[in-house]
């Protein structure tokens, strides 16, 4: 596969998110407003400094109107962009583009969702496109598949597996509680999360993540200008999107073990930054903890755990704020939320704050590292698309 690299061609210059959660007083322009105005204050602009606008959104507004009217911007082109749960990191990788190209010197990605006023406990999704194989079946019942695939293959019992999901969940509320932006800013215990409410099969109410409104942003120009903005940019060491056949279900050879879309984006995501070893040269993770399991799967696609081992790295917290590789330490889309054209950004957002060393008391140790890794994913097992970037504070690549 073919994914030419942007590493060092293109640096982040400022971010901003606004807190996610219940906005029931606010609308989705407020939000967007609230989280452009706080980035371009981070380097010192007007909107008009700005060449080009992209905004992310899945269901709270249509057309690049939806950013240009509440913004109030005159002769700028502005596009609205839509990917699943990967919209917000697919406003992120135009505006890059945009600026790798040479059409734009200043970009801005924005991604903005506004989901509580629906009043649906989950997605409200637009139609889909179908041949009629899809399975009409909801978002939990889907992911609750992973576990008891993950264990008979690997030989796991489920009373272990459901310790490694409860873990998942712990571990993500206790860094969302250190979170003045995330949605849930509180500790649950061990014992409340393995006992919630039923969903979907093994899936209790505390296993997956949180519906809520937010937005947030990113300012990107070419890395030779960063410094003209600030003194600690972030450099885009990769950009990988792969979308799936959509085959899902109907492929027999599919266990729901593993995302395949997922192991596709991250070898070309490595290959673009330079890493070879991402569990000890990356920082920290974002990924996309949609559900307990999924972020359980996802340190195996990722190539953080081998094979049939990520469960017992979790339980022996190789991925908690002070582990071997600090993975969600923002909370993850589990207590920060998932306004779904927000959470991309938000997430490497969170990267900018940790290595700049800025996140407070979650900081993590391993920052030194300089490079984090966001992972997106939308859609369901076997039938989804997966977008990863790689973001580092030093020019070069990681293999140099």
Same mark, same amino acid.
């Given at each position: 596969?073919?994914?030419?690299?942007?590493? %060092?061609? @293109?640096?982040?210059?400022?971010? /901003?998110?606004?807190?996610?959660?219940?906005?029931?007083?606010?609308?989705?322009?407020?939000?967007?407003?609230?989280?452009?105005?706080?980035?371009?204050?981070?380097? $010192?602009?007007?909107?008009?400094?700005?060449?080009? =606008?992209?905004?992310?959104?899945?269901?709270?507004?249509?057309?690049?109107?939806? *950013?240009?009217?509440?913004?109030?911007?005159?002769?700028?082109?502005?596009?609205?962009?839509?990917?699943?749960?990967?919209?917000?990191?697919?406003?992120?990788?135009?505006?890059?583009?945009?600026?790798?190209?040479?059409?734009?010197?200043?970009?801005?990605?924005?991604?903005?969702?506004?989901?509580? +006023?629906?009043?649906?406990?989950?997605?409200? /999704?637009?139609?889909?496109?179908? +041949?009629?194989?899809?399975? $009409?079946?909801?978002?939990?019942?889907?992911?609750?598949?992973?576990?008891?695939?993950?264990?008979?293959?690997?030989? @796991?019992?489920?009373?272990?597996?459901?310790?490694?999901?409860?873990?998942?969940?712990?571990?993500?509320?206790?860094?969302?509680? *250190?979170?003045?932006?995330?949605?849930?800013?509180?500790?649950?215990?061990?014992?409340?999360?393995?006992?919630?409410?039923?969903?979907?099969? @093994?899936?209790?109410?505390?296993?997956? /993540?949180?519906?809520?409104?937010?937005?947030?942003?990113?300012?990107?120009?070419?890395?030779?200008?960063?410094?003209?903005?600030?003194?600690?940019?972030?450099?885009?060491?990769?950009?990988?999107?792969?979308?799936?056949?959509?085959?899902?279900?109907?492929?027999?050879? =599919?266990?729901?073990?593993?995302?395949?879309? @997922?192991?596709?984006?991250?070898?070309?995501?490595?290959?673009?930054?330079?890493?070879? %070893?991402?569990?000890?040269?990356?920082?920290?993770?974002?990924?996309?903890?949609?559900?307990?399991?999924?972020?359980?799967?996802?340190?195996? %696609?990722?190539?953080?755990?081998?094979?049939?081992?990520?469960?017992?790295?979790?339980?022996?917290?190789?991925?908690?704020?002070?582990?071997?590789?600090?993975?969600?330490?923002?909370?993850?889309?589990?207590?920060?939320?998932?306004?779904?054209?927000?959470?991309?950004?938000?997430?490497?957002?969170?990267?900018?704050?940790?290595?700049?060393?800025?996140?407070?008391?979650?900081?993590?140790?391993?920052?030194?590292?300089?490079?984090?890794?966001?992972? $997106?994913?939308?859609?369901?097992?076997?039938?989804?698309?997966?977008?990863?970037?790689?973001?580092?504070?030093?020019?070069?690549?990681?293999?140099?």
């Amino acid at each position: 596969m073919a994914q030419h690299s942007l590493s %060092d061609r @293109v640096a982040i210059v400022s971010m /901003s998110c606004t807190r996610f959660g219940e906005h029931f007083d606010r609308s989705a322009d407020e939000l967007a407003v609230e989280a452009v105005t706080e980035v371009l204050k981070g380097a $010192n602009l007007s909107a008009d400094d700005v060449d080009a =606008y992209w905004l992310g959104t899945y269901l709270s507004g249509i057309s690049g109107m939806a *950013l240009s009217r509440p913004l109030r911007l005159t002769g700028k082109p502005v596009t609205r962009v839509e990917n699943m749960c990967a919209t917000g990191s697919e406003a992120l990788r135009a505006a890059v583009y945009a600026v790798a190209s040479g059409a734009v010197d200043v970009a801005m990605a924005v991604g903005v969702e506004k989901l509580k +006023d629906t009043g649906y406990s989950g997605l409200v /999704s637009p139609r889909v496109q179908d +041949d009629g194989t899809r399975v $009409n079946t909801s978002a939990p019942a889907n992911f609750s598949l992973l576990a008891p695939a993950y264990q008979k293959r690997h030989g @796991v019992t489920a009373e272990d597996f459901r310790e490694a999901m409860t873990h998942v969940a712990w571990k993500n509320h206790a860094n969302g509680a *250190l979170n003045p932006r995330a949605q849930f800013r509180k500790e649950i215990s061990k014992e409340a999360i393995a006992r919630s409410p039923a969903v979907a099969g @093994v899936l209790g109410v505390l296993d997956c /993540s949180g519906v809520a409104d937010g937005a947030a942003a990113a300012l990107v120009v070419r890395a030779e200008d960063a410094h003209l903005y600030t003194d600690r940019p972030l450099y885009i060491k990769a950009l990988s999107l792969v979308t799936g056949s959509g085959s899902g279900a109907a492929d027999e050879e =599919y266990d729901y073990t593993s995302f395949p879309e @997922v192991v596709s984006c991250a070898q070309g995501a490595y290959e673009q930054a330079g890493i070879t %070893d991402p569990r000890r040269e990356l920082a920290l993770a974002e990924v996309h903890d949609c559900f307990t399991p999924t972020e359980i799967v996802l340190m195996e %696609d990722l190539g953080f755990a081998e094979r049939g081992t990520a469960w017992q790295s979790v339980l022996d917290g190789r991925f908690d704020r002070d582990g071997d590789l600090p993975v969600n330490p923002d909370g993850g889309l589990k207590s920060f939320g998932h306004p779904v054209g927000a959470s991309g950004l938000r997430m490497i957002y969170e990267c900018w704050l940790q290595l700049r060393g800025e996140a407070g008391e979650r900081q993590v140790a391993t920052a030194d590292r300089g490079l984090a890794l966001t992972q $997106n994913l939308g859609g369901a097992p076997g039938d989804c698309v997966c977008f990863i970037c790689v973001v580092g504070t030093r020019l070069g690549r990681a293999d140099a």
